[in-house]
């Protein structure tokens, strides 16, 4: 069975880091794409960032580049989100998600039930 | 950015009949080379992660009940859930996977009348 599965999450003050896991089961981990979407309290789904299947390519929404930084250890069938410089409109919860290809050019198939970032002072 | 837009923002429909929900695009998801739509419903239910229900606009995702289905091309799309079940209450969202950033609709919340 695939799964995903998220952790890492927590309550950090305005400015702090964080770095959030997801842990892969039942695929190949390297033949996709990974990715990142949180969804704030109430609010809809935004897209975060995206890694491909080798971890070459990255790519980032505009309100996390520079601050946030995507990774994979395909070794351990892992994903992590380096999340620094955190603001209160970070506070989401972060879901990771497979996707149906090798890049970023491929719906999301597979979700984890996501962890709870808060931001707070 | 490729913005999408979802209509209406949420609609109540009494079991058994038909749901339509909307998705804009501001530029065409459309692919020359493979003449594919790069776009992707997913459905959410409260407390849950979103599930993928179509990719390519219209290829129904393994599982997923026939009475769903994508339409549409270019800019303009479509979902329909062809006779509405009591679990299919939820929140809906297109996505398109044309090129980055990635971007999702606003979501339709979907109620029983």
Known sequence: EVQLLESGGGLVQPGGSLRLSCTASGFTFSSYAMSWVRQAPGKGLEWVSTISGSGVSTYYADSVKVRFTISRDNSKNSLYLQMNSLRAEDTAIYYCAKGSGYNYDSGMDVWGQGTSVTVSS | ?113
């Open chain 2, 1 to 113: 950015d490729i913005v999408m837009t979802q209509s209406p923002d949420s609609l109540a429909v009494s079991l058994g009949e038909r749901a339509t929900i909307n998705c804009k695009s501001t530029q065409s998801v459309l692919y020359s080379s493979n003449n594919k739509n790069y776009l992707a419903w997913y459905q959410q239910k409260p407390g849950q992660p979103p599930k993928l229900l179509i990719y390519w606009a219209s290829t129904r995702e393994s599982g997923v009940p026939d009475r769903f289905s994508g339409s549409g091309s270019g800019t303009d799309f479509t979902l329909t859930i062809s006779s509405l079940q009591a679990e299919d209450v939820a929140v809906y969202y297109c996505q398109q996977y044309y090129t980055t950033p990635l971007t999702f609709g606003g979501g339709t919340k979907v109620d029983i009348k």
